[in-house]
């Protein structure tokens, strides 16, 4: 897939007919919710508690954590993306648990040059293990105003969302032999940091660090628990029941216009990556 300019993304998105979903507002006090682990003063909550940012200069990026740990929920926070020339930054937004087989689900945000679209990259690990690895292009410019970034994790699935609109499905397939991340509590990361060894263009576009310091900002966190049992309820996903085990025929279709217009890279499909074969929870409908 070709690399798209905004103008084109937005030519594009103009003539889809599928709707963008409202962001969530009314979010958790960021003191209540998080402690700002590194960074010094390049972490800040202000506002009363309903704004965080996170900056990165030359001498270090910053970072914070949730004070509570999850297990199974729907996790929902709007970004702001650091604006301008971006390259070689990334701004990570995920759960963890800790030790070396731990769990973790991702959003990483790589930074670009003006003008060029940012690259969403998605991961899942599972005991220790990660490698799939799905990256996509927005369909909108994250820098210009706030977007809701969202985690479904359940039993049977984890479902990553832009907007309400799911992005990404990743199912439970431990049937298969593949491990699920079911039974480690995790924590909320995000951090900002410098990565121009591998986050632009693999690393040929370098930080311009006299366009620090480089700032994301954060607003109108909220958790939901989850129960780890299925649900019963047949209302449509899309509509807000987010705890339904299944996508209904809207939201499958967001997801195949997401992956067929804006999916950058499917480690699914790299056959140089596994040439005996894509691995086994491949295969198979995804939805």
Not at 252 to 277: E, I, T
Request: contains cysteine.
């Amino acid at each position: 897939m070709g690399k798209p300019s905004l103008a084109g993304l937005a030519l594009l998105v103009a003539t889809c007919t599928i709707l963008v979903g409202t962001a969530f507002g009314g979010g958790s006090s960021f003191n209540d919710e998080f402690e700002l682990t590194w960074g010094d003063q390049r972490a800040k909550i202000f506002s009363g508690g309903q704004l965080l940012s996170l900056s990165l200069d030359k001498v270090s990026g910053s970072g914070f954590r949730s004070k509570r740990e999850y297990l199974f929920g729907r996790i929902d926070m709007q970004l702001k993306l650091v604006a301008g020339n971006s390259a070689g930054t990334v701004t990570a937004y995920y759960l963890s648990s800790q030790g070396p087989t731990h769990d973790e689900i991702d959003f990483e945000f790589l930074g670009n040059l003006s003008g060029d679209p940012y690259i969403l990259h998605t991961n899942v690990f599972t005991q220790g293990k990660g490698n799939r690895e799905q990256q996509f292009y927005l369909w909108f410019d994250p820098t210009r105003n706030f977007h809701t970034y969202s985690i479904v994790w359940k039993a049977e699935h984890i479902i990553f969302l832009v907007d309400n609109i799911p992005i990404r499905v990743f199912k439970n397939a431990e049937s298969l032999g593949v491990p699920f991340p079911k039974s480690q509590p995790m924590r909320i990361y995000s951090s900002l940091w410098n990565a121009d060894d591998w986050a632009t263009r693999g690393g040929l576009v370098k930080t311009d660090w006299s366009k620090a310091p480089f700032t994301a900002y954060y607003r109108n966190f909220q958790a939901t628990h989850l129960s780890s049992s299925p649900s019963t309820s047949s209302s449509s996903f899309s509509n807000g029941d987010w705890q339904s085990s299944e996508l209904d025929p809207n939201g499958r279709r967001r997801l195949r216009w997401v992956q067929k217009y804006f999916m950058v890279y499917n480690y699914c499909a790299d056959s140089k990556r596994f040439p005996q074969g894509a691995p086994v929870e491949c295969k198979g409908s995804r939805f």
